[in-house]
């Protein structure tokens, strides 16, 4: 796999760790959280031998700590109450849910159905920020004694032969043209007897760890959805604090698969955003586009009358469940969280597995490090306690759910009765999936399709008070990047994108990023009369790129470490 061309020549300093942890968000912070707690049980009962923390570390890209978290986000508080008992007395909540419903959609009516259906069922669990409840998670960190490097993104896995040996950090202050400026400074090879990567979707790292030692064999591929939100504060009232709605339909199209959300959360905000499966047909889709639709259904539009938009944000989500996890540890290495597929496409919920699966990560780390055994036969029984766990007490009966959508809603409803029937079997124990890339059309499919797809496809213009353009929400976003460094938007043949792509796909870089990255221009001095034009500084690092590109072609790498959005209250 090409990533960036390395500095030739450069010494990276190296520092020994016991523990490296590559990823700053809930599933990372409470894998830290509990290995802290695990070796302070260790030392009150073996003072003879204590156990470090001094080499234990954290690799967080963002410049403080939550700042590119981002969910919707409820809280099911089931991991919470294993780690921190009584955390609710001091975390940052925004509301317990008291009220939940959920809508079908067409283009003028809204009709709520009679019942929440169980998945969707809220109540007990609680409507968060998932910026300042990680940035919470990581003071707690910090209160160990264990190490947090803020702005330091790994850019490589330190491999010998088919064992993990460490993370080398991205160098800091090399210019656009890949070269040393005058504050340049190495990065670190920390070499490490554990790495546990919680990367968050599609992690640069994992992905380098999935290719060399092919960990997706055997398995379904990997199916994505983006997640594009929106904070807005409204007139007093208008939603209720813990108040949950779903909707499902319009401005979606039978072929498309998705839903938005809205959460009262305090001081008369609400977070809302819509999901849209990154296996959609039309390669013209916008997932911000499809936002900005949706609001302007009367049932939002009235709902919003008044408000103003706060942030804006996106970020992909796993969707592939149970038969996409990977191998989940080998030789010094393990996965957690969303990196790992620890998500529950049913319930749209990640951040209560993340946090389980990192705590369940720390435990087989512990062992190890007691043992001194960080071999892949050691490190297995991380996955013998995930299927141990309420883990896949969890994710098991929902095996197939996502996979059942791959015909339609329609198709997809009724193969959701039929799972919850037979225990999540179905018509089969084990249904395929496909990735999300492979079911775009080519452009000259999808421009005699009927059905009115324009509320999805193209940019939206947006009318500055209750939709906007990219660019205006992205504003919104507080997204920043150093401008003079490589690009971190790795495309590896240019002159596919333009000639090809445009012609059999139009191009759908320019409309499935969020943020605007991707721009095709008009060129005539190039032999197909357009140009690709990268933003990188725009980058929210949804990954939705490297995700979605119908060749694969487009690698996302950390850009330098502390740039990207800001997330503040998101």
Known sequence: MIFRTPLAGVEHPEMEAD????????????????????????????????????????????????????????????????????????????????????????????????????????????????????????????????????????????????????????????????QPKGNFEPGYDLKSKITILAEGTRGSLTKQLMEKLNLGDQRNPMTYSVGVKEL???????????????????????????????????????????????????PRTDPQHVLQSFKQHPFVAKLLEGGKLVRYGAKTLPNGGWWSMPQLAGDGWMIAGDSASFLNSQRLKGVHLAIKSGMLAAETAFAALVSGDTSAKQLASYKQSVDASWIKQELYPVRNFHQGFNHGFVAGMANTALLMATGGYGLRDRYPAHAGHTRLLPLYETLGQSGDRTPLTGRAKGDGTLTFDKLTDLYHSGTRHEEDQPAH?????????????????????????????????????EASGKRLHLNPSNCVHCKTCDIMDPYQIINWVPPEGGGGPSYDGM
Not at 78 to 85: A, I, K, Q, T
Not at 261 to 274: A, L, R
Not at 499 to 521: D, K, L, M
């Open 489 to 525: 938007l790795v495309v590896l043949d240019t002159d596919l994108c333009t000639a090809r792509c445009t012609r059999e796909y139009g191009n759908p870089c320019q409309y499935f990023c969020p943020a605007n990255v991707y721009e095709i221009e008009d060129a005539p001095e």
């Open 232 to 282: 807005w504060e409204l007139p007093a009232g208008r939603v209720a604090p813990g108040e949950v709605i779903y909707t499902m339909g319009w401005p979606l199209t039978t072929a498309e698969y998705g839903g938005a959300w809205i959460y009262g959360g305090k001081d008369n905000t609400i977070s809302m955003g819509f999901v849209l499966g990154l296996e959609y047909p039309d």
């Open 19 to 178: 523990v490296v942890i590559v990823g700053g968000g809930p599933a990372g912070m409470a894998c830290a959280l509990r290995l802290s707690q695990l070796i302070d049980q260790h030392n009150a009962a073996h003072p003879e031998a204590p156990l470090s923390k001094e080499n234990i570390y954290v690799l967080e890209k963002a410049r403080e700590i939550g700042q590119h978290s981002l969910s919707g986000a409820l809280l099911d508080p089931r991991s919470m109450n294993e780690l921190l008992p009584g955390w609710q007395n001091e975390a940052p909540i925004e509301a317990e849910v008291t009220k939940d419903s959920v809508y079908y959609m067409t283009r003028r009516g809204a009709y709520k159905f009679p019942v929440t259906p169980p998945p969707m069922q809220d109540h007990g669990n609680y409507v968060i920020s998932l910026n300042r409840f990680t940035k919470w998670l990581g003071s707690k960190v910090e209160e160990t004694g264990i190490t947090i490097f803020n702005g330091f993104a790994g850019s490589e896995l330190l491999c010998d032969g088919q064992r993990v040996t460490g993370v080398r950090t991205d160098d800091k202050g090399v210019d656009k043209g890949n």
